[in-house]
Structure formats: C-alpha cells, structure tokens
C-alpha cells in the first residue's frame, strides 16, 4: 500500500479522486490537506462520501508533517498555490501529480504570459513529463513529478494529434470549440456559475485569451513537430458536468471520413480509455467515467472531430490515477474501469 496525501479535498476535483482512491487496492489515503483549521470531517465537507471515507478530516499540515505520513501526493489546487505545494513536498521525496497547470507549459516566460503570475518553481518548467498517458507514457512511467493535463487541452488533443501526426490534417488553421459544464470552474462560488446564471443560459467565455490556448499548442506541435496556433473558444454549458470539444481542421489532400477514422482507430487499439465510435458523442455516453469518446467526418472540405470526455474524470481525477498508476507501476486501469 502507498500512502497518499490529497491537497484540495474539498474542492471539485479532491472529492472525485477520493472516490477514486477509495476503491484503489494500492492507495491508502492517509492525509487531507486544507487551509481549513477547525479540522471537518471529509464527510461532512462531502456528503456523498458518508460511509465511504469517514475516519479523514481535513487538516492543515505543513510538509514536514505531510511527509511522515504520505509517500505520495494529489495537487487539487488552483495554480501558483500548487506548484509552491508540489516543490516543497518534491524537496520531501514524495511524489506528486500537480493537477493544476502550473507544471504544463514547457517555457517559462509563456507561462508568466498567460497565467500573469511570477512560477513559484521554474526549476522543474520543461522538465516534468504532461500526464497524458496516450501521448506521454513513457515519460510518466518512473516520474516523481507529472503535470495533469487541462481538461480542455484533453478534449483537444486526444481528437487531433493522431491526425496530425499521420499527416491527415494541417497543422494551421485548426479551429476548436468547447462546451463545459459549471463544476469546471470549481466549488467556490461565483456569480457566472450562479443557478439563474448558468441555467438555461449558453454562453462562449476567454475568446482569444483562455489559458489552454498556448497548451493545446504546444502539444499538438509536439506531436507534429511543427508550431501552430490554435483558435480556441471554450463555453459554459448548463451542465454540472462534462466536456464536448468539435475541432475543425483542414484536411491534407483527400483524407476521406474513412481514412480520417482509421487513422484514429490505428492511434488508439490498445488504449484502455479512448473509444473511435461511429455517431457523434454526446457527454452523457462518457460521464463519471475516464472514457474518451471520438468521432470524425469529412464535411464539405473540413475535417470534423468531435471528442467527448467527463471534465473531473478524464479531464481531471481519472486522469490523476492513471498517472497514478504508471507513476507506481500499478496496472494503468486500476480503480478506472
Ligand atoms: N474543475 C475541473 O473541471 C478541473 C480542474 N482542474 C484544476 O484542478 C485544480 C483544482 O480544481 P477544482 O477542484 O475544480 O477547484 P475547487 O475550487 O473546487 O477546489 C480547490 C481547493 O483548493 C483549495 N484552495 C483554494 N485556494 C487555495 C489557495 N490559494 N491556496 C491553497 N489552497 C487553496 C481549497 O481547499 P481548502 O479551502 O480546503 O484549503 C479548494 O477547495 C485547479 O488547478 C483546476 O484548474 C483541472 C482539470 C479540470
Ligand atoms: C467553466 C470553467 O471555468 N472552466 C475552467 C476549466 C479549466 C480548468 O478547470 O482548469 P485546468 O487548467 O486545470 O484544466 C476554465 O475555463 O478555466
């Protein structure tokens, strides 16, 4: 059994990791970390963990502390915050996957640009693997520090590299549109995510300026070994939940709905997670699970491909554990399927 320290248990993405964990064979979790002092149990901060986590409270440790009691550690924080957190615990032998962004961007000076804060660590910038497993593995595997990728930037690139990569689509002039649900923007409150807000309401948000811009970049022009620039615009959704991503690009000579699809197919085989389905996804056929649902078409000169994903689980948690997994050697699916 590992011992596990979780930072941010009482958000959003802590609490669909511990139901994770709860039912990991190799994972005990043996700290909740919090900046709450007056020590609530995890139950009572989640309800729905009753029975299943009631011993835990949250607590405020310092690392010191953190680092007797856990040999392993979940970043649920937002960014800045967290890249402090995940070097002083790295400094404490512990390994750590960082779900926020600070750890994502290989260049220093684009993460300052767009996350308009000075990195609390640029020490490990474009040293630490990104945790996408479908892209990374290797990497991953053996990693005392790995960057969770952006739930957005998932969406995006699991549909696009492999047709990037066999050279089925340009690499300019993509084009992606999101649509998320209210619980990516996290458990506390604000006024856009209100209920008279967000119900019944469709809007696009960060047009030209969201922070996932410069990741889906970077890691499409990895993959395609050629820099390219993304138009990415994501939306809220009425929905507690969910990503749904349509990416339009142009396709290279006369790559045809079937080439585009098998392409797809042959990249993923012998991916535990991402499916190539032949009707378009809804989030629904994905939600609380780690799936990855992919559909592409030729449309009227335009490759078109939609991806859907569950934002807190293959866009988040789900995504955690399997870097988990690789991280410790564990089987990838562990507590996943
Ligand atoms: N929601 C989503 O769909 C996704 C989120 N992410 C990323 O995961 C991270 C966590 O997101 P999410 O769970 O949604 O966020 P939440 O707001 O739901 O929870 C974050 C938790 O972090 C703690 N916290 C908040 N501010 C600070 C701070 N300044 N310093 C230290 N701790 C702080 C709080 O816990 P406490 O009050 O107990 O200290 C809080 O509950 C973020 O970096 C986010 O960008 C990534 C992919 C998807
Ligand atoms: C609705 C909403 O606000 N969604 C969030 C989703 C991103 C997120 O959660 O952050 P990561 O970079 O860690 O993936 C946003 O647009 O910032």
Redesign the pocket.
Known sequence: MVRVAVYGASGYTGLELLRLLARHPEAEVTALVSRQEDRPSIAEVHPSLRGVLDGLCLESLSPDEVAERADFAFACLPHAASAETCAALLGRGLKVVD???DYRLTDRAVYEQWYGVTHPDPERIGKTPYGLPELYRDAIRGASLVANP???PTSAILPLAPLLKAGLIAPAGIVVDSA?G?S???RTPKPVFHFPEANESYMAY?VGT???MPEIDQVLGDACGADLEVVFT?H?APMDRGILSTCYADPVGDASSEALTAALREAYADEPFVTVVDASPSTKHVAHTNRVQIFAKRVRGKAVVVCAIDNLIK??SGAAVQNFNLMQGYAETTALD
């Open positions: 779900l926020s962004a952006g739930c957005y998320t209210v990516g923007g996290g960060g969201h922070r996932h994501p809220l866009g988040a």
